[in-house]
């Protein structure tokens, strides 16, 4: 056995959104595997290659070097329709992936049927904002044991299975809803899997024999620690694991495999859809924030809520994922800022003062942040490339985010670009 690389993980530790893409896209040239392995199209994973701006839903953003081979894992889920614009959108930028990827025939396929039962829940009383993208009901039909797996598409009992989850979303939804039927959709499945069955195959295997070959491996993280379904602020969370534990699950790989967690923040916390937030910025500050940090949904163009760096959020991701450096990313969008505020403490209403965040979502929405402010920098960070070229003030900020989270930055991202920023 050749001498083993250092595999590595991007997870995002916030609501998502963190930057994740630009740091995978920036480490992907040291890797010959990128692997996503949970969540499914409500992901968008940015990139900007010399000004063009490429998100990416569900192929990983290794895609942008040849060099890579791209696995999508089993606990993921994948929506064949938009994969294959993804293919497209590569192909016009003259990047074909067909002979450098690999599918995991236990990911679970996304039908028209998990879409509208999406839909229909989040038009009822407790909507949570989800993408609207099927991925809950999805998720939901796995654990339920009627899901259909990408290793089902040349099954002979295809059809069966898809009408099971037509009957069940008959069932919510009402039989007057105009689903598709399950013939239309067996047919439209097979028309778009047909051109990717020979990329469908056994993930686990190929990792874990690209693993014992000592191939590097990245791990690119989708959503992020305080979306995990067991982890994040639950019920206003994804359906997926976003932490650590999803990485094993979602590949098939053990623990040991991999060798260090970068976590992913921005400067400052946003989150989209509804669900706890105590740092929010429900004023001109957190429009400022959106304006310059252009905090618009990357798949579905809402805006993102904005407001100060949660710290506490932050603390608790870097536990709960075993985080050994982190990225900090969007650090010039504070740029014009006069003062920034770090939320290092949550009060209760009856006076208690909070170090963790509390379990449920109900005591979440009841705390009052206790912010300690930073002065503004005097020049700019954006597209700053040293750690020397930085504000004194920025350097202050960065190192109070180093000792609240109790981990070092490794990089810290000043522009979007691949050129804005360093590793430190
Ligand atoms: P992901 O889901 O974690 O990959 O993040 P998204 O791609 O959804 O959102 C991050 C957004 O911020 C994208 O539009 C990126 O191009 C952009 N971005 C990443 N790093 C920086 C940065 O350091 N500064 C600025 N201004 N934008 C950044
Ligand atoms: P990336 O990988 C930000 C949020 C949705 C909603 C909740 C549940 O780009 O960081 P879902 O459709 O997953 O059932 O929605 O999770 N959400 C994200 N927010 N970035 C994402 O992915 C997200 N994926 C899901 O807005 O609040
Ligand atoms: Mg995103």
Redesign the pocket.
């Known amino acids: 056995m050749s001498k083993p690389a250092e595999n590595i993980a991007i997870l995002?530790l916030q609501w998502?959104?963190?930057?994740?893409?630009?740091l995978v896209d920036l480490l992907s040239t040291n890797f010959r595997n990128v692997v996503r392995f949970q969540g499914g199209n409500n992901?968008?994973?940015?990139v900007?290659i010399n000004g063009e701006?490429i998100?990416l839903h569900q192929i990983p953003c290794g895609a942008h070097h040849p060099e890579c081979f791209l696995i999508i894992g089993s606990g993921t889920v994948l929506s064949f329709e938009v994969f294959h614009q993804e293919l497209e959108c590569l192909h016009k930028r003259g990047i074909d992936i067909l002979d450098r990827l690999l599918l995991s025939d236990k990911a679970h396929i996304i039908l028209p049927y998990h879409i509208a039962i999406d839909n229909w829940r989040e038009s009822g009383s407790v909507a949570i904002g989800t993408t609207g993208r099927g991925i809950g009901p999805t998720y939901e039909a796995k654990a339920a044991r009627h899901g259909v797996r990408l290793g089902d598409i040349k099954a002979a009992n295809l059809l069966e299975k898809i009408s099971i989850v037509y009957k069940e979303a008959c069932l919510k939804i009402g039989s007057s809803a105009s689903l598709p039927t399950p013939e239309t959709v067996f047919e439209k499945l097979r028309e778009l899997a047909s051109p990717l069955l020979k990329c469908i195959g056994n993930a686990q295997e190929y990792l874990y024999n690209a693993w014992k070959q000592g191939e590097s491996i990245l791990f690119e993280g989708a959503q992020a620690t305080m979306l995990d379904i067991d982890h994040g602020t639950y019920p206003f969370v994804t359906s997926s694991n976003c932490s650590i534990g999803g990485l094993f699950i979602g590949t098939g790989l053990p623990p040991k495999a991999l060798n260090k967690v970068i976590g992913?923040a921005k400067a400052y916390t946003t989150r989209v859809g509804a669900g706890p937030f105590p740092s929010e910025l429900n004023n001109s500050i957190g429009e400022q924030i959106r304006k310059a940090?252009?905090e618009f949904g990357?798949t579905t163009g809402r805006p993102r809520r904005c407001g100060w760096l949660d710290a506490i959020a932050l603390r608790y991701a870097c536990h709960v994922n075993g985080v050994d450096a982190l990225g900090i990313?969007?650090?010039?969008?504070l740029d014009d800022l006069e003062r920034i505020g770090i939320v290092n403490g949550y009060q209760t209403e009856d006076g208690k003062l909070l170090h963790t965040p509390p379990s449920s979502a109900q005591e979440w929405e009841k705390l009052e942040p206790v912010i300690e402010y930073f002065d503004g920098w005097t020049k700019p960070t954006k597209g700053a490339k040293s750690w020397s070229s930085l504000p004194t003030q920025a350097q202050k900020y960065l190192k109070a985010i180093e000792k609240i989270a109790e981990t070092p930055i490794a990089y810290i991202?000043?522009?979007?670009d691949r050129e804005?920023?360093l590793f430190t």
């Open positions: 995002g998502g959104d963190e930057g994740k893409g630009k992901a968008g994973h940015t900007v701006s998100a992913v940090g252009h990357t990313m969007k650090l010039d969008v991202s000043t522009g979007p804005e920023g």
